[in-house]
C-alpha cells in the first residue's frame, strides 16, 4: 500500500510542477474516522493547500479525493495545466482525457516491471452516469454511459438535454438557409424546412387558411381553419366566430355560486344560453327535479328534489316536527323505506351504565305507580308524544335496551329472593 501510494505522490508531483514544496504528510486517523492521505502547500500559505484524502470514512473502502483551498483572493482555486512542445502539436489524439470504464480481475500483487493493477482488459460502463459536475449539494449536469448530457437535469433523453431556458448568441446571419429550428410539445429540437410556413406546403392544404401542425417530418393541415372572419375546428366552413364539428370538452372549470343562465344547444348544435326556468316542465323549479333516467320530470312523483337537502317524493323540508328541531336533517322521504341495513351512529352514551354499580334501580312499588299514573314506562315517550314529534330512532333503541337491562336486573334480584326462599322451605321440611 505504501509503495502504490509512494508512485501516486511521484505522478502528482510532476503533474503540479508549479508546487514550491510538500508540505506535511499526515497518517491514517483512527478507523471510522477521516483519513488524509498527504497535502500540499508552500511555508508562506499555510492555509492554501492541496491535500489527498479517502472521500469514505467506511472501514475497508478507500475512495481518493484531490481537495484544493485558495483564499487569499477570488482568482481560480485548482488548475489542470498540461504541456507539449511545438513538435508534438500534430495528429488527432486529445491532450487530455477524462476516461470512465470498467474493469474486472484486478491483479493488486503485480510488480513494477508487470502489468498494471487493474489489468489490460477494459469494457465500457452500460448502466451507471459517468460524470457530474456539481455546486456544493446541487447537481447542475450529468452525463449518462450513452453520452446523453443533461443540464439541470439528471436523466437526459437526448444527447444534449436542457431543463430551462437555452441562448444561442452572436449567430451568423445567412439569407440561403433552408431550414429552420422547431421543436415538438417535450421540446425536442429539430430542423424543418422553412417552405414548411405561409402557404408554402405542397400537400392539400397549400395555399389556404388552415393552420399547420407538425407531422414525423413536416408540417400538415391542422383541423384548425380560420377565413379571416371565423374559426372553424374540424370544419373547413366554420358559419359562426367558432365553429367546432365534434365533441366539446371543458376541464377545470370554476363553480358559480348564483348562476341563472345555462349553456344549451338547438338541433343544428348552435349554442345558447337559456333561463333555466324554459326548460321541460315550465315551472319556475321544475328544473331541480331529475329522474334516474336522465329525463326531466314535471310532476313530484316518483321523483328526487335536491337543494342543498334531498327529498323522494317530497319538496317540502320542515324545520319542526310537533316540539322537535329538525332544520339540521339532510333527507326527507315521503312514504316507506326499505333496505337491508340502517346503522346510526349515536353522539351519546349507550345504556349500558344501567349495570354500574352505582346506577340504583327504581322500586317496583314506584314502577307500578308511574304506570298506574301515567299509562307508559319512565323515559319512554307517550302514544300522543309519539304521535305529536315522532321517534328518533337511535334514541328509541337505546331507551328500550334500558328498559330491557332493568328487567333483567330485576329478574336477578327475583331469582336470588326465590332461592333464598327454597333454601329456607328446605330447612324448615327438614326440621
Not at 512542445?85 to 516491471?113: C, F, H, K, V
Not at 359562426?240 to 366539446?248: D, E, K, R
Not at 333516467?293 to 342543498?308: K, L, M, Q, R, V
Not at 319542526?320 to 316507506?336: C, N
Request: proline fraction near 3%.
Amino acid at each position: 500500500m505504501k509503495t502504490r501510494i509512494l508512485s501516486l505522490l511521484t505522478v502528482l508531483t510532476n503533474l503540479f510542477v508549479f508546487s514550491q514544496s510538500q508540505f506535511q504528510n499526515v497518517g491514517t486517523s483512527s478507523p471510522g474516522n477521516a483519513e488524509r492521505i498527504t497535502n500540499f502547500s508552500v511555508t508562506d500559505a499555510n492555509n492554501e493547500l492541496l491535500e489527498i484524502t479517502n472521500s469514505t470514512n467506511i472501514d475497508g473502502q478507500f475512495i481518493p479525493s484531490l481537495w484544493a483551498h485558495h483564499q487569499a483572493d477570488n482568482r481560480y482555486v485548482f488548475r489542470h495545466f498540461i504541456t507539449t512542445n511545438s513538435a508534438q502539436d500534430n495528429g488527432n489524439s486529445p491532450m487530455m482525457i477524462y476516461r470512465a470504464e470498467i474493469r474486472n480481475n484486478l491483479n493488486l500483487t503485480a510488480g513494477p516491471s508487470g502489468n498494471f493493477p487493474w489489468g489490460t482488459t477494459a469494457t465500457n460502463v452500460i448502466n451507471r452516469p459517468l460524470f457530474a459536475w456539481e455546486n456544493g449539494n446541487t447537481q447542475l449536469m450529468r452525463m449518462l454511459a450513452n453520452g446523453y448530457l443533461g443540464i439541470g437535469t439528471t436523466t437526459p433523453t437526448s444527447l444534449f438535454h436542457t431543463n430551462g431556458t437555452v441562448r444561442l448568441e452572436n449567430i451568423a446571419t445567412t439569407t440561403s438557409n433552408t431550414y429552420v429550428l422547431t421543436t415538438d410539445a417535450n421540446g425536442n429540437v429539430s430542423r424543418q424546412l422553412s417552405t414548411s410556413f405561409g402557404g408554402g406546403l405542397t400537400n392539400s392544404c397549400a395555399n389556404t387558411n388552415f393552420l399547420l401542425k407538425k407531422s414525423a417530418t413536416d408540417l400538415t393541415c391542422s383541423q384548425i381553419f380560420d377565413n379571416g372572419t371565423n374559426v372553424g375546428i374540424g370544419t373547413a366552413t366554420p358559419t359562426s366566430l367558432f365553429h367546432i364539428n365534434g365533441t366539446v370538452r371543458f376541464e377545470n372549470l370554476t363553480d358559480a355560486t348564483n348562476p341563472f343562465r345555462i349553456l344549451g344547444t338547438d338541433n343544428a348544435g348552435n349554442v345558447f344560453e337559456y333561463n333555466p326556468s324554459t326548460l321541460i316542465g315550465g315551472g319556475t323549479n321544475d328544473y331541480d327535479w331529475f329522474r334516474p333516467d336522465n329525463t326531466f320530470a314535471n310532476s313530484i312523483s316518483d321523483n328526487i328534489y335536491t337543494n342543498g337537502k334531498v327529498g323522494i317524493n317530497t319538496s317540502i323540508f320542515p324545520s319542526q316536527v310537533g316540539d322537535v328541531d329538525v332544520s339540521s336533517y339532510s333527507l326527507f322521504a315521503k312514504g316507506g323505506i326499505l333496505t337491508e341495513e340502517v346503522r346510526v351512529a349515536l353522539s351519546s352514551d349507550w345504556a349500558d351504565f344501567v349495570f354500574d354499580k352505582e346506577y340504583k334501580l327504581e322500586p317496583l312499588k314506584n314502577v307500578e305507580t308511574f304506570i298506574k299514573k301515567n299509562k307508559h314506562l319512565k323515559y319512554i315517550p307517550s302514544a300522543q308524544e309519539v304521535k305529536k314529534d315522532g321517534i328518533e330512532l337511535g334514541e328509541m333503541n337505546k331507551l328500550l335496551l334500558l328498559k330491557v337491562e332493568e328487567l333483567t336486573l330485576y329478574l336477578i334480584e327475583l331469582n336470588k329472593k326465590v332461592e333464598k326462599q327454597d333454601e329456607e322451605i328446605k330447612k324448615l321440611k327438614s326440621k
